[in-house]
C-alpha cells in the first residue's frame, strides 16, 4: 500500500460523510436507537454504588461478596451459564506465567499513636523496673494510677474497620509498639544508615513492597509506614488527604504489616521527628494469606448461527480492587453488566436479532484471574474472537479523566479497533451536537448524569490492564480497550461512587454493546461501511505516524514507515480472520511476508527465534515475576533493555512487545525494527540480549 491510496480512501470516507453526517455508523438504525433508549447510566450506577462497598482484594470474603451480587444480576437478567468458576491458588499452582498467590483476608487493622504518658505506662509495663530502689517504685505507681488507661493517652491513626485502604495488602498478624523512624524513600542502603531502624517501624515514602526486604529484612524493621503518592499526573501530590492502595510482595521471605497514610499525615510526622519528637505508635493487624482461589464470573448470550455460535466475543473487566474502587474498575464491571442486561433484554423481546456468534461476559481479578482463565480452561481462548475490555470507565468532571478507545499493540494487527472507533466518533459527535446546541437525535445523555460531550480519544496501545493479556502473542485475542486517563483518584480512598457519572457509563455501555454485538454478528466482510471506518482509523493513524519521525533520525523513519505500513497491511488483512473479504474489495496482503521488505541484517541481527506454547501469558503479570524470578535461578543478569526508555515508551512495553514479535518469521533485526516503530529507536544489542535472556529460560528458541 502506498500513500496515494489512503488519502484516496480518506477523501472517499469525507465525502461519504458529508452525505450522511448523521446516520449511525455499521449498525441499522433500529439497533442503534434500540441501544440508545435501553442502556441506563442509573442502573448501571446503581450496581456501582453496592459493588463498592465491598473490599475486593484476591481470594477474600469481600470478593467472594461481590461476585455473588454480579452473578445474582446476572441471573435476574436472565443470561446463560451463569457460574462462578474456581481456580485453586495457594502460592504453588501455576497458571501459565502467572504463580498462584494465596488468597488474603483481614479483619483487624488498627494503628495508633501514644502520647507521653501512655508510652511510658507502656515502657512502664512492659520493661523490667530499673532498680529495686525509688525509680521502681515510681514506675509501679505510674503502672497503677488512673493516668496509665491506655485510652486516654492513645490516639487512633488508622482504622481497617473504617477505611480498608489503610492497611496493606499482604499484611500479616501483628501486635507492636515501638518508636517511628524516618528513613525517607527507603529503597537504598544508604536510607537507613545511622537511622536505627531494628525495631521500629519506618516511615518510608516508597510502596512497601519496595522497601519489605530491606527494611524488613536487612535492617530489622517491626513494621512499616508508607505515604507513597499516586501515579503522576498533574495533579499528583496536590490532594494531601489522599490515602493510596498499598501492598506488600506476596512471596517475599519478609512477612510484615505496613501501614498506608495521607501525605498530610506524614508530613506532621516528619516533620515532628526532625524537631527531635519521638513518636510511639501501637499496630494491631489479624490478616494474613491463607489457600483460597481466584474466582471468575461468567455468564452469556448464547449465539443463533448453528456454524458460528461456537466462537465467541467477549466483554471483560476486573472485579478485584480496594474499597471503594469505584473507577478502578467497579466502572467496568458494572458497564458490561448493563450491557449484559440491555442486549439480553432487547433480544428476548425481539427489538434485536439474536447475534450469530455467542457473547460471553466474564468479571475475573485483575490480569491474574484472566491468566488463569485462559490457561485452565484453554478452550475460552479458543471460542474467543475478540474481547471488549473495560478498565476505568466511569470517570466523571472530578476524576479529571479522558476517555481513550484504545488500539492493540503493533504485533497484533486487527480492524476491531477501528469498529469501536466509529462509534465512539458517532458518540462524540452527537453528544458534542447536543452540548453546544441543546438538540440531538441521539445525545446519551442519562437524567442523573452530565450534559458533557464525551470526546473520546482514539489512543495508541498502552499496557497496564487485562488487554495484555488477551492481546499476548500466547494468545493473540484483539482487545478493545476502553479506559479513562488520567484519573486523579486512581488507587486512593477518593476513588469513590460519588465521582462517577452515569452519563459517561451509558455511553461507554453504548460504545461497547454496539462494538460488541457488531462483532458477534460479522459473518461477510462488513461490506462498504466496514472498509470505510477501516480507512477512516488508518486516517488518525497516519496523522499519529506522522509526528514520531520528527524526533527521529532519518535512517530511522525509513524503519518506521516500513513497520507503520506492514502494521496497516495487518489491520485490512485481520478481516480475513471473521469472514473471506468480498467480491471486488481487495484486502492488502500481509506485508511481513514479503522478503523485498525485509531490512538487511547481519551478526546478531539475522537471530531468529520463535516463542515455545508454553507457558503462556505476559512474562511480568500481576504480584509475580516469571521473568525476574527465572533468570535469577538461570543466573542469567538483568538485561538492559527492561530498564530502557525511548522517546514515547519504556522497558515494560519493549520488553512485551519483542516478546510478541518473536514469531519464528522475524530476525533480531527486524523485531528491533518493529519495537523502535512503535516505542522510539532501541539498540539492536538490548534487543538481542533480551532474546538470548529469554531463550536461556526456555521462552522461545532459535528457529531452524
Not at 476517555?403 to 458534542?432: C, I, K, Q
Request: hydrophobic residues 40%.
Amino acid at each position: 500500500m502506498n500513500r496515494a491510496y489512503f488519502v484516496v480512501g480518506t477523501l472517499l470516507l469525507g465525502g461519504a460523510l458529508l452525505a450522511e453526517a448523521q446516520k449511525p455508523p455499521l449498525l441499522p438504525e433500529k439497533d442503534v436507537a434500540a441501544l440508545a433508549n435501553e442502556l441506563s447510566g442509573e442502573t448501571a450506577k446503581r450496581n456501582l454504588e453496592a459493588i463498592a462497598r465491598f473490599h475486593r482484594q484476591r481470594g477474600s470474603r469481600g470478593f467472594h461478596a461481590a461476585a455473588e451480587l454480579v452473578a445474582e444480576r446476572l441471573r435476574v437478567y436472565g443470561l446463560s451459564d451463569v457460574a462462578i468458576l474456581q481456580f485453586p491458588a495457594d502460592g504453588k499452582i501455576f497458571y501459565g506465567t502467572q504463580r498462584s498467590r494465596p488468597a488474603w483476608d483481614a479483619e483487624r487493622g488498627n494503628l495508633w499513636e501514644l502520647d507521653p504518658v501512655g508510652a511510658a505506662c507502656y515502657e512502664a509495663a512492659h520493661k523490667p523496673p530499673t532498680a529495686p530502689d525509688e525509680e521502681g517504685r515510681k514506675q509501679l505507681a505510674l503502672l497503677l494510677s488512673e493516668d496509665c488507661d491506655p485510652k486516654l493517652h492513645t490516639h487512633l491513626l488508622a482504622s481497617y474497620e473504617a477505611e480498608p485502604v489503610v492497611l496493606a495488602e499482604d499484611s500479616e498478624n501483628a501486635d507492636v509498639t515501638t518508636e517511628l523512624v524516618d528513613v525517607g524513600e527507603g529503597t537504598k542502603e544508604s536510607d537507613y544508615t545511622g537511622k536505627g531502624a531494628k525495631g521500629k517501624m519506618v516511615l518510608v515514602s516508597a510502596q512497601p513492597g519496595a522497601v519489605q526486604d530491606l527494611a524488613v529484612g536487612k535492617f530489622g524493621a517491626a513494621g512499616i509506614v508508607s505515604y507513597a503518592q499516586n501515579q503522576k499526573t498533574a495533579w499528583w501530590g496536590e490532594d494531601e488527604n489522599l490515602i493510596r492502595w498499598g501492598h506488600l510482595e506476596t512471596f517475599s521471605p519478609n512477612k510484615t504489616f505496613a501501614f498506608m497514610v495521607s501525605l498530610k499525615m506524614a508530613g506532621r510526622m516528619r516533620e515532628r521527628l526532625t524537631h527531635g519528637e519521638k513518636i510511639t505508635l501501637h499496630a494491631v493487624v489479624k490478616a494474613g494469606q491463607h489457600p483460597g482461589g481466584y474466582e471468575v464470573v461468567t455468564a452469556t448470550i448464547p449465539g443463533a448461527d448453528a456454524k458460528l455460535k461456537g466462537e465467541e466475543i467477549a466483554f471483560s473487566c476486573h472485579l478485584d480492587h480496594q474499597r471503594p474502587g469505584a473507577n478502578d474498575n467497579a466502572s467496568g464491571c458494572v458497564t458490561i453488566l448493563e450491557v449484559a442486561r440491555t442486549l439480553e433484554k432487547l433480544i428476548s423481546e425481539g427489538e434485536m436479532a439474536r447475534p450469530a456468534r455467542t457473547m460471553r461476559f466474564i468479571f475475573p481479578q485483575e490480569i491474574e484471574g484472566t491468566i488463569a482463565l485462559l490457561n485452565a480452561q484453554p478452550e475460552f481462548s479458543k471460542r474467543i474472537k475478540a474481547v471488549v475490555h473495560m478498565d476505568m470507565v466511569g470517570g466523571g468532571l472530578e476524576t479529571k479523566a479522558v476517555f481513550h478507545v484504545t488500539r492493540g499493540p503493533m504485533s497484533l494487527p486487527s480492524f476491531v479497533h477501528d469498529v469501536a472507533w466509529a462509534f465512539a466518533e458517532w458518540v462524540n459527535e452527537e453528544s458534542y451536537q447536543f452540548a453546544a446546541t441543546g438538540k440531538g437525535d441521539y445525545p446519551m445523555v442519562a437524567p442523573e448524569g452530565g450534559k458533557e460531550p464525551l470526546r473520546a480519544e482514539y489512543s495508541a496501545y498502552t499496557m497496564g490492564s487485562d488487554h495484555d493479556v488477551y492481546q499476548d502473542s500466547s494468545f493473540g485475542i484483539p482487545a478493545i480497550y476502553l479506559n479513562d486517563w488520567p484519573d486523579r483518584y486512581i488507587h486512593t480512598n477518593f476513588d469513590a461512587a460519588a465521582n462517577i457519572d452515569p452519563t459517561k457509563l451509558k455511553r461507554a455501555a453504548f460504545i461497547g454493546a454496539a462494538s460488541g454485538y457488531y462483532l458477534a454478528n460479522l459473518n461477510s466482510a462488513g461490506g462498504v461501511e466496514l472498509a470505510l471506518a477501516v480507512i477512516h482509523g488508518r486516517s488518525i493513524r497516519l496523522l499519529s505516524f506522522d509526528r514520531p519521525p520528527r524526533q527521529m533520525p532519518n535512517e530511522e523513519a525509513e524503519a518506521l514507515r516500513r513497520n507503520e505500513a506492514e502494521y496497516d497491511g495487518g489491520v485490512s488483512y485481520s478481516v480475513d480472520q471473521f469472514s473471506p473479504p468480498p467480491t471486488g474489495f481487495a484486502v492488502p496482503y500481509d506485508r511481513r511476508l514479503n522478503p523485498s521488505n525485509r531490512p538487511k541484517a547481519t551478526g546478531d541481527g539475522l537471530v531468529t527465534c520463535s516463542r515455545k506454547n508454553e507457558p503462556r501469558g505476559p512474562l511480568a503479570v500481576f504480584g509475580y515475576n516469571y521473568f525476574a524470578d527465572h533468570t535469577k535461578t538461570a543466573g542469567v543478569a538483568s538485561p538492559k533493555l527492561l530498564n530502557y526508555e525511548g522517546l514515547w515508551g519504556g522497558g515494560e512495553e519493549y520488553a512485551y512487545e519483542v516478546l510478541n514479535f518473536a514469531d519464528g518469521k522475524r530476525n533480531a533485526q527486524e523485531i528491533r525494527d518493529a519495537v523502535s516503530a512503535e516505542y522510539g529507536p532501541v539498540p539492536l544489542e538490548l534487543v538481542v540480549e533480551y532474546l538470548k535472556a529469554l531463550e536461556k529460560i526456555g521462552i522461545v528458541e532459535q528457529a531452524k
